[in-house]
């Protein structure tokens, strides 16, 4: 359906402006209306929340607005009516010149979800423009000689309006001599041309005084007027021909400064000066082509001056005269259509429709980030404009219409990774060479609670002292979250647990907000020695997230308890412990044994012990580390009967604690075993022990006499052949299993003469790693061995007591001496 606007007097329009009636359809989602033009700021255009389908509270809450590719923005949208009023004086001759269509696209955006719309508004002329001649004043000049029928172009009028509204015609006011015939040229412009109609006679009239007139088509009709001056000339009776009274000529835009045009040439049948032609341009070319093209005033050829741009001025119509130097000057015309070529010189541009809006980083794919377009001033091909965005970029450009696009996501997008995506956006059009241009467009990328917090380690190890104040920290655990905002806030717990039976909060408590652990009580090592934390983290996302740390708290020991007595005990017989002697004990007896043990651990419940006072302290000792309390000499009758001691009992710790405990020795007479203070006590796995004590020291006996025995015989058998009580010893290697034929005998003398110790060494002895020394014999296995090697370390030894000893102790052997070498010859 299609409604027209329809006015017939442009007073009453500017009275009535809000009584017209408006043009609108939607086809392929774009909406049209139509408007005359200088309607007043404010007038409706037409109800765009209806025509879109848009309810009025929609118009606000998803931020409708309207945007114009031509920069200035004619038209708004009233938020309370929903319609598209007027917002600035439209010129419909400024914004579209004389083309027959003016139409404004608009693109209308709305928010959540993002959505455009293309709507047009066609500008309809109306006729507010006059025809106006370049010159109020024409003159010209005509020879008398002039023959009927000859024509005379005359500037023509312009009018900016289109179409009805435009030039329609000219009249000429009354003449005898002069008619006027209008030619149409290429393009629709109208051009009056001055028709002689009969001959003139310049004695009669010299100057003929006419008026033009230019008229419109609009309604009412309009006019302007310019006063045309015909001065009648003398004869020169030919007029200069042009070859041809149109040249079509093609030129590239970018041609360069100085680039031939085309030649044009005229013929004038007179001779002499009448004869002689000169070129220019019309009288009333425009300063727009003269700054752009000139002619040389001898040959008709035309040159590039300035510039082409074929996106402002696509074609030329050049008025090209050529007159002759008679008097009067004949003058003759012809036009030259010169048409520019467009080439690729113009990029293309992109631009934001609208402004991207932050997306979250679950996005589905598809969602709507910005709107955009893209055009390109050139034409054809050149105009083509393709987009493009970086690889590997998790986003889309979907194709609306007419060079519009959509920025969709189409990838899995993470803030932790990339929080602002600068995406680069490249426009190429389809000339040759082609153009390109780059807009960056920032898309934001909001949080999503998807990452839970992370703790430094996944355990923590806490040593803490023992006997601590309560309320001191013990650790700080930490946690970081990937994640922005309240997504990345983390507060600390401890999850509930229990050491020894007791909820693990009545131990500690922790800081919420940093995560720093406080002992609710001090701690006693002797009572506990290692306990847990289970910390959680939680962030305050929506849903929240958490992760889980344990922290081991190992308590250390401090030295905080003294030495406690355990034997003798004091509770049976008091503060003292008594024990019974005989005065024919000897020295290193074993008188009672002190007892003690330490609470703490390591070095603070290492004891030892200190005989502090005594009655006689030459009389008795005590071991430092095992408290036995033992005799140094033997008792004599000078000896009180009652000898006190005083033991002190200490730890190595620090600071140092002590304890000390009182023994009370009896001597007597005729007393042979000692009585102990705790006899009543002992046991039978005592005994049992005591048993076991005394076989191991038997067993340890019994081989120290069978060794000491052993070396005894090897001694006195080494003695035999030698003068002193030197031993005679030697290393032997492993030879069992290995059989070297030639092996060293090293004999160590004493600096006395003696033989001190022999050493049997084998070749490679050094690289062995089995080795023992025995004791030489007469019935040691030697006879295996070639050669061996006598070292002297004193020259008073006398190398004959060397080899009677080998003699001795190798009788199968025969031995040599030379050069201080003993060599044993084979048998």
């Known amino acids: 359906m299609?409604?027209?606007?329809?006015?017939?007097?442009?007073?009453?329009?500017?009275?009535?402006?809000?009584?017209?009636?408006?043009?609108?359809?939607?086809?392929?989602?774009?909406?049209?209306?139509?408007?005359?033009?200088?309607?007043?700021?404010?007038?409706?255009?037409?109800?765009?929340?209806?025509?879109?389908?848009?309810g009025l509270s929609e118009i606000f809450d998803r931020k409708l607005h309207v945007s114009s590719e031509a920069g200035k923005q004619y038209f708004s949208v009233d938020a309370g009516k929903g319609e598209l009023v007027v917002n600035d004086r439209i010129d419909r001759e400024t914004l579209c010149g004389q083309s027959a269509s003016c139409v404004l696209p608009l693109q209308v955006v709305i928010e959540d979800p993002l959505q455009l719309f293309r709507v047009e508004v066609e500008i309809q002329d109306i006729n507010d423009n006059a025809p106006r001649f370049p010159s109020n004043d024409i003159t010209l000049e005509v020879a008398e000689s002039t023959g009927l029928g000859v024509r005379f172009p005359l500037e023509s009028a312009i009018d900016p309006d289109v179409g009805s509204n435009a030039l329609k015609s000219y009249t000429l006011s009354k003449d005898e001599c002069f008619n006027i015939r209008i030619?149409?040229?290429?393009?629709?412009?109208?051009?009056?041309?001055?028709?002689?109609?009969?001959?003139?006679?310049?004695?009669?009239?010299?100057?003929?005084?006419?008026?033009?007139?230019?008229?419109?088509?609009?309604?009412?009709?309009?006019?302007?007027?310019?006063?045309?001056?015909?001065?009648?000339?003398?004869?020169n009776d030919n007029v200069p021909a042009f070859e041809k009274t149109l040249y079509k000529v093609s030129i590239?835009?970018?041609?360069?400064?100085?680039?031939?045009?085309?030649?044009?040439?005229?013929?004038?049948?007179?001779?002499?000066?009448?004869?002689?032609?000169?070129?220019?341009?019309?009288?009333?070319?425009?300063?727009?082509?003269?700054?752009?093209?000139?002619?040389?005033?001898?040959?008709?050829?035309?040159?590039?001056?300035?510039?082409?741009?074929?996106?402002?001025?696509?074609?030329?119509?050049?008025?090209?005269?050529?007159?002759?130097?008679?008097?009067?000057?004949?003058?003759g015309h012809c036009t030259v259509h010169v048409q520019v070529l467009d080439v690729n010189d113009n990029a293309p541009e992109i631009t934001l429709t609208s402004h991207p809006k932050p997306v979250r980083e679950d996005s589905p794919n598809g969602t709507v980030v910005a709107l955009i377009s893209a055009r390109d001033l050139d034409s054809g091909v050149n105009g083509k404009v393709t987009l493009q965005l970086p690889k590997k970029c998790p986003f889309a450009l979907k194709p609306s219409f007419s060079h519009n696009y959509a920025l969709?996501?189409?990838?899995?997008?993470?803030?932790?990774?990339?929080?602002?995506?600068?995406?680069?956006?490249?426009?190429?059009?389809?000339?040759?060479?082609?153009?390109?241009?780059?807009?960056?467009?920032?898309?934001?990328?909001?949080?999503?609670?998807?990452?839970?917090p992370i703790f430094t380690q996944t355990s923590y190890n806490v040593y803490l002292k023992e006997n601590g104040v309560p309320g001191s920290i013990l650790y700080s655990v930490s946690a970081s979250d990937l994640d922005f905002g309240e997504n990345a806030k983390i507060s600390y717990s401890i999850l509930?647990?229990?050491?020894?039976?007791?909820?693990?909060?009545?131990?500690?408590?922790?800081?919420?907000?940093?995560?720093?652990?406080?002992?609710?009580?001090?701690?006693?090592?002797?009572?506990?020695?290692?306990?847990?934390?289970?910390?959680?983290?939680?962030?305050?996302?929506?849903?929240?997230?958490?992760?889980?740390?344990?922290?081991?708290?190992?308590?250390?020991?401090?030295?905080?308890?003294?030495?406690?007595?355990?034997?003798?005990?004091?509770?049976?017989?008091?503060?003292?412990?008594?024990?019974r002697?005989?005065?024919?004990?000897?020295?290193?007896?074993?008188?009672?044994?002190?007892?003690?043990?330490?609470?703490?651990?390591?070095?603070?419940?290492?004891?030892?012990?200190?005989?502090?006072?005594a009655t006689d302290m030459s009389l008795f000792t005590v071991n430092l580390y095992t408290g036995e309390v033992r005799t140094k000499r033997a008792v004599s009758e000078q000896d009180d009967s009652s000898q006190r001691l005083l033991i002190e009992i200490k730890d190595d710790g620090e600071p140092v604690q002590s304890t000390t405990v009182t023994v009370s020795i009896l001597l007597e007479d005729g007393l042979h075993e000692p009585i102990l203070d705790l006899r009543q006590k002992v046991t039978e796995p005592i005994k049992k022990t005591g048993r076991i004590t005394l076989y191991l020291i038997l067993s340890l006996a019994s081989v120290s006499v069978l060794s000491l025995v052993t070396f005894l015989i090897l001694a006195v058998k080494c003695m035999r052949n030698s003068r002193s009580s030197g031993s005679c010893c030697m290393t032997r290697t492993d030879f069992d299993n290995y059989k070297n034929p030639k092996r060293n005998l090293q004999i160590q003398l004493n600096t006395d003469g003696?033989?001190?110790?022999?050493?049997?060494?084998?070749?490679?002895?050094?690289?062995?790693s089995q080795s023992f020394r025995s004791c030489m014999s007469p019935m040691s296995p030697m006879s295996e061995y070639s050669d061996f090697t006598l070292i002297k370390p004193s020259s008073t030894t006398d190398f004959n007591e060397v080899i009677s000893v080998l003699d001795a102790s190798l009788p199968d052997s025969t031995w040599t001496f030379e050069s201080q070498q003993v060599s044993k010859k084979q048998p």
Not at 32 to 47: A, D, F, T
Not at 309 to 329: H, M, Q, V, W
């Open 754 to 768: 003696p033989i001190k110790y022999v050493e049997v060494l084998g070749g490679d002895m050094l690289s062995q």
């Open 2 to 54: 299609t409604k027209t606007i329809g006015y017939r007097d442009w007073r009453w329009l500017a009275l009535w402006w809000h009584h017209f009636f408006l043009l609108w359809s939607t086809i392929n989602g774009q909406t049209r209306y139509s408007i005359p033009e200088e309607l007043k700021q404010g007038s409706v255009v037409g109800n765009l929340a209806k025509d879109l389908g848009l």
């Open 183 to 235: 030619k149409e040229l290429a393009g629709g412009r109208k051009v009056p041309e001055l028709i002689l109609a009969k001959n003139l006679d310049r004695e009669k009239k010299a100057v003929h005084k006419l008026l033009l007139t230019a008229l419109d088509g609009g309604n009412p009709v309009r006019s302007g007027t310019a006063q045309l001056s015909i001065i009648v000339l003398d004869n």
């Open 581 to 613: 002697m005989s005065r024919s004990t000897k020295a290193g007896h074993l008188v009672t044994k002190v007892t003690a043990v330490d609470a703490d651990s390591g070095h603070n419940a290492w004891i030892s012990y200190k005989l502090a006072e």
């Open 408 to 452: 969709v996501t189409s990838g899995v997008l993470d803030r932790e990774n990339v929080s602002v995506y600068n995406i680069e956006i490249t426009a190429y059009d389809s000339g040759s060479p082609p153009l390109s241009s780059n807009k960056i467009i920032p898309v934001s990328i909001t949080d999503v609670n998807d990452n839970p």
């Open 252 to 331: 590239s835009e970018n041609a360069a400064e100085g680039a031939l045009i085309v030649q044009t040439k005229a013929t004038d049948m007179d001779d002499g000066q009448n004869g002689e032609i000169e070129y220019s341009f019309g009288a009333h070319t425009s300063d727009s082509v003269l700054s752009v093209f000139t002619i040389d005033h001898t040959s008709g050829t035309i040159f590039l001056k300035g510039k082409l741009d074929f996106e402002t001025t696509p074609n030329y119509e050049l008025d090209i005269s050529a007159k002759d130097k008679g008097s009067p000057r004949m003058e």
């Open 496 to 579: 509930g647990s229990k050491v020894q039976d007791v909820s693990v909060s009545s131990y500690v408590y922790i800081n919420s907000d940093n995560g720093s652990i406080y002992s609710m009580h001090s701690f006693d090592y002797e009572k506990l020695k290692v306990f847990q934390i289970q910390v959680q983290a939680k962030d305050q996302g929506s849903p929240s997230l958490s992760s889980n740390a344990t922290v081991h708290v190992f308590i250390l020991d401090q030295n905080d308890n003294a030495p406690a007595v355990i034997y003798p005990s004091s509770a049976a017989l008091g503060s003292l412990s008594h024990q």
